[in-house]
């Protein structure tokens, strides 16, 4: 399967714990974003990279959220202290951005569901 | 920032019939607009998009239609399918960054839920 994966693909966590996510993008996309997405809405954008630099990080994301993509390739997101009001479907998308392109087709992963109990 | 409106919520067709999702868009820097289909449990996949060089876009049975001047842009599904019914959003973006922002991010619709009646 040559498409976006994200690991794991279910989390049931208590209050308070620390949880992290995984987003193996296609192989050959250079852009990165996580959304997240709650019962019944559109999904949210979190922050995205460009190959390893992280360009912008929503105003939404309070500083308990971290993501990080060290080589360009994976990224991973991590929540500190989670709280009920995490829980949602974190999903990650990956493209192939060029500059004056008006273009950048994201394609999605099949998303991390999050449960904060 | 951006923001998107999408109606109607839920849209119930019988097989054959049209249907017609519309959305408005805020910030007139976006210049690129997807559709996504969300199946129950399953990932949002691109379904057609448009940019905004271009008025109007057709792929088999869907179509996007494209108003810059009013901020607007349509989805149209003819002959519907049950296989069509799923969860359906428009996203609007400024892959420029034309707007002084960043470029890339999508910014979703509140999603319609598209059924269809066999």
């Known amino acids: 399967d040559t498409g976006v994966s994200q690991d794991p693909r279910h989390k049931i966590t208590k209050r308070g714990q620390n949880v992290t996510f995984r987003c193996d993008p296609i192989s050959e996309h250079n852009r990165l974003y996580w959304y997240r997405q709650t019962l019944g809405q559109g999904p949210e954008f979190l922050t995205y990279?460009?190959?390893?630099?992280?360009?912008?990080k929503s105003r939404l994301l309070s500083d308990r959220f971290s993501a990080e993509r060290p080589k360009g390739s994976f990224s991973t997101l991590e929540i500190q202290r989670t709280e009920q009001g995490d829980s949602a479907m974190y999903l990650c998308?990956?493209?192939?951005?060029?500059?004056?392109?008006?273009?950048?087709?994201?394609?999605f992963g099949p998303g991390t569901r999050l449960t904060v109990l | 920032g951006e923001n998107v409106e999408q109606h109607p919520s839920t849209l119930s067709v019988q097989e054959g019939d049209s249907a017609v999702i519309k959305c408005t868009y805020s910030d007139s820097a976006s210049n690129y607009f997807p559709w996504y289909k969300q199946e129950l449990g399953k990932r949002p996949q691109l379904i057609i998009d448009i940019r905004s060089n271009v008025g109007e876009k057709k792929d088999q049975r869907i179509a996007v239609t494209l108003n810059k001047t009013a901020k607007h842009f349509s989805l149209h599904i003819t002959e519907t399918q049950p296989e069509d019914s799923a969860v359906y959003f428009c996203a609007a973006s400024d892959l420029l960054g034309a707007g002084g922002t960043s470029y890339g991010k999508l910014t979703f619709g509140q999603g319609t839920i598209l059924t269809v009646h066999p």
């Open positions: 990279f460009q190959n390893e630099a992280q360009l912008e």
């Open positions: 998308a990956s493209s192939l951005y060029s500059s004056g392109g008006l273009r950048d087709t994201q394609y």
